[in-house]
């Protein structure tokens, strides 16, 4: 049976998986979802005994229903391979009590490679599936880690080019230093001045441009994205769910068809929108909490049924979070409004012209499955150095928000809880040594790595190391409002 995938915010007619990964958003501007979440068809026990490719390939069958089995695998293998530094993949480690998914194993330290490093292979293989001869642009906004992880997943791949925008004040200086070394020739990295919701908005006014999809296509191009609202980024996210719950199992630290929690740090609804598609596919979770930073729009959106975006932006030491509009919120919406689309678009158009909306009790109802939760910078810093204290382990400050929520909350349940680790402490080196008070004035990021190895007893990764040495290749900054006059230079368009 083909899944097929329709718009969250109209009734037109629905399209294979991939071409909805070609066109990674709708043209009516809303996202895809499948028409149904198919169910997992392994049993929970068999779990234990799969490999995290095996894992891959059994969830993402059921949803890349028009890729052969030789298609998937070959894209699994493609993707899973030597770039990951544990051979495991996603290693699961307890940790006074709970379990840390870490998913920062990647070429560039922080989960976005999990999906990223497998989203330029499906992309191809339906390019090539749908007859597409036109070069891909890959168009992208980033808060800092989709960016480096969607370059070094795309750099060089025939076919493809990709143009990243990131707010130039708005991510950390090891994270900027990643983007703007990146090499490959079909690679462009451009600063705006602005926030990471400027860059998002920009990047969607492109996207809905009809205007110039046609110029490009004239040129012989086409527009994808990598952002986290493509569904070929969000089915490769539901796999590590999956996979670990398989490893609780052979570890021996559940039963069989025992329910866990999940917490998940959040900024774009990505990661956990993943884990609910996960327990809808028959994963025994009970509950997912939402973990946000001070940006606490989605624990106030949980709270009160009402979403609003009208506010401060704040930047924290979690700026992978830092976001005010949560795309991937808008399939929960879809889902929770009884998969109306006239009631989505009329929510998201809300959403953009007044800046908020709100549901209706009968959706709050649907939302059960989820709690809301959030850090302040000083509880996020405590987190950090609370947790070195106990375990002697050290986290990212993303991991620091969603474990200051799971005790907060979710360790009150009594059950076993995942804890999604979605970046390496390396990746934001300033901050994590700052929180456990090891930060000095005059000492570089790079040197506080070297200490951070000293303190924690684990490795610089790779992906520090490789910037030591490497050269700027990318210095474009430009206004948030000249987004698509940069787009048109870079591809040699009329501006
Ligand atoms: C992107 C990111 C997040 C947020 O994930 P979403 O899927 O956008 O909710 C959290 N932590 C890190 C380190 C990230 O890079």
Do not use: W
Not at 197 to 220: C, I
Not at 293 to 298: D, F, I, M, Q, R
């Amino acid at each position: 049976m083909e899944l097929r995938y329709k718009s969250t915010r109209s009734d037109a007619a629905p399209i294979s998986a991939s071409q909805a990964i070609l066109k990674g958003l709708a043209d009516d501007g809303g996202l895809f979802v499948p028409e149904t979440i198919p169910a997992l068809d392994v049993e929970l026990g068999a779990l234990s005994k799969l490999t995290y490719k095996e894992t891959a390939y059994e969830v993402m069958k059921l949803f890349l229903t028009d890729f052969t089995r030789e298609e998937l695998m070959s894209c699994i293998d493609g993707a899973y391979d030597g770039t990951f530094d544990a051979e495991e993949i996603v290693p699961l480690v307890k940790k006074d009590g709970a379990y840390y998914m870490e998913l920062f194993h990647g070429r560039t330290i922080a989960f976005k490679d999990m999906a990223l490093s497998i989203l330029p292979y499906l992309m191809t293989t339906a390019a090539r599936k749908n007859g597409v001869t036109n070069e891909i642009v890959i168009l992208t906004a980033t808060s800092g880690d989709t960016g480096k992880a969607a370059l070094a997943g795309f750099a060089d791949v025939p076919g493809t080019s990709i143009i990243v925008f990131y707010p130039k004040n708005g991510v950390s200086p090891i994270q900027e230093k990643q983007m703007v070394t990146q090499k490959g020739k079909n690679t462009h990295v451009v600063g705006i001045k602005g926030n990471f919701d400027d860059a998002q908005t920009g990047v969607k006014a492109m996207f809905h441009s009809q205007a110039l999809a046609g110029e490009m296509n004239q040129a012989g191009y086409q527009f994808s994205s990598a952002n986290s609202i493509n569904i070929g980024r969000l089915v490769p996210q539901i796999v590590y769910y999956v996979y670990a719950y398989g490893c609780l199992l052979r570890q021996g630290e559940i039963s069989c068809g025992e329910k866990i929690n999940v917490v998940v740090p959040t900024g774009n609804f990505g990661n956990i929108l993943a884990a609910f598609y996960a327990k809808n596919m028959g994963l025994p979770i009970e509950t997912l909490y939402c973990a946000s930073n001070e940006n606490k729009v989605l624990f106030d959106f949980f709270q009160t049924g009402t979403y609003d975006r009208k506010r401060e932006f704040i930047l924290t030491s979690s700026p992978s979070m830092d976001i005010l509009i949560s795309s991937n919120l808008e399939r929960l919406i879809y889902r929770i409004a009884g998969e109306d689309a006239g009631k989505t678009r009329e929510l998201m158009e809300a959403l953009a012209a007044g800046g908020e909306y709100r549901i209706t009790d009968e959706m709050r109802a649907r939302l059960n499955d989820f709690c809301g939760g959030f850090a302040t910078e000083e509880e996020t810093r405590a987190a950090i150095r609370n947790m070195y204290e106990r375990a002697g382990y050290v986290m990212d400050t993303h991991t620091a928000v969603a474990s200051h929520v799971y005790y907060d909350q979710a360790q009150k349940t009594g059950r076993k809880t995942v804890i999604a680790s979605t970046a390496s402490p390396y990746k934001f080196t300033r901050s994590v040594m700052n929180a456990l008070g090891e930060d000095e004035d005059g000492v570089s990021d790079l040197e506080l790595a070297d200490r951070l190895e000293k303190l924690s007893g684990v490795g610089i990764p790779n992906a520090i190391e490789e910037i030591r040495t490497a050269e700027v290749l990318h210095d474009t900054v430009c206004d948030r409002t000249e987004m698509e006059k940069t787009v048109r230079e870079i591809l040699g368009l009329p501006v």
